[in-house]
């Protein structure tokens, strides 16, 4: 794992934004995966950017998100479908039909089937975007007695709820999500994840120091050929 500790969250999306358009630029049909959550909106600022100069376009791009809730229509003002259209899809010129979501409300596992089938004709991903939760998951899987594979329905645990259960009002947070299985992220060609903040400061030392075990679902990114740590200090403070 390359471990990179930069100052503040702008400089996080600034660097992370120059390798998604570098790659972008060596292979304008590549294929992203993409995460919500706070961790990536410096990013996703800096790509509009990008792209309002110019220096970029999306236009031959595939994405992939990592997870959606269930229980909650597609255009809900919380579901992860509104969040990446907010944040970046209807501010740049990429192709909706090149933009893969899991379905929330679908069945499971011919959603689980769909999701990989739609990214393997993509040709896989190329570059896989995360964050990580306070108590290590990445997408949507939570600490286990396993690894999953596929894309599968999780009961989200009371810590990821805790975390963000404050962005919803007018509807109690789902407590059930699709999402990737750490199988899909694993098959990334390259991966980047991005932490910030004291809250997660536990979970990225037992990422990167810790053995590699279910209990920390991120610590199997420990494994991976090509994977890329932004850490701010306070994250990188258990190291
Ligand atoms: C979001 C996702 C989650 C988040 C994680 C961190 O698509 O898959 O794993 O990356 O919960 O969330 P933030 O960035 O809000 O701290």
């Not at 304008?28 to 600022?45: E, F, I």
């Not at 949507?140 to 259960?165: C, G, M, R, Y």
Request: glycine share 6%; charged share 25%; aromatic share 8%.
């Amino acid at each position: 794992m390359k471990i990179n500790i930069l100052d503040n969250d702008a400089a996080i999306g600034e660097a992370v934004c120059k390798i998604i358009c570098d790659e972008i630029k060596s292979k304008p049909g590549c294929v992203l995966g993409l995460a919500t959550g706070a961790s990536p909106v410096p990013t996703y600022k800096k790509l509009v950017e990008a792209y309002s100069k110019g220096e970029v376009s999306f236009k031959d791009v595939s994405t992939f998100n990592l997870d959606e809730y269930c229980d909650l229509p597609k255009d809900h003002k919380n579901s992860y479908f509104t969040f990446m259209r907010e944040n970046l899809f209807s501010k740049i010129d990429i192709d909706m039909n090149n933009v893969g979501f899991l379905d929330g409300n679908a069945n499971a596992d011919s959603e689980s089937e769909r999701y990989a089938a739609a990214i393997e004709a993509k040709g896989g991903i190329d570059i896989q975007l995360l964050g990580i939760g306070r108590n290590g998951h990445i997408a949507f899987n939570e600490p286990s007695d396993s690894f999953t594979d596929e894309a599968w329905k999780v009961t989200l645990t009371q810590s990821t709820i805790d975390a963000n259960s404050v962005y919803f009002d007018d509807v109690p947070m789902p407590h059930h999500a699709i999402t990737m299985g750490i199988g899909s992220i694993m098959r990334a060609k390259k991966i980047i994840l991005i932490a910030t903040g004291a809250s997660k400061a536990q979970a990225v030392r037992d990422m990167i120091n810790g053995p590699v075990t279910p209990q920390c679902p991120a610590s199997v990114l420990q494994q991976h050929k090509d994977v890329t740590v932004f850490l701010d200090r306070a994250a990188a403070a258990l190291l």
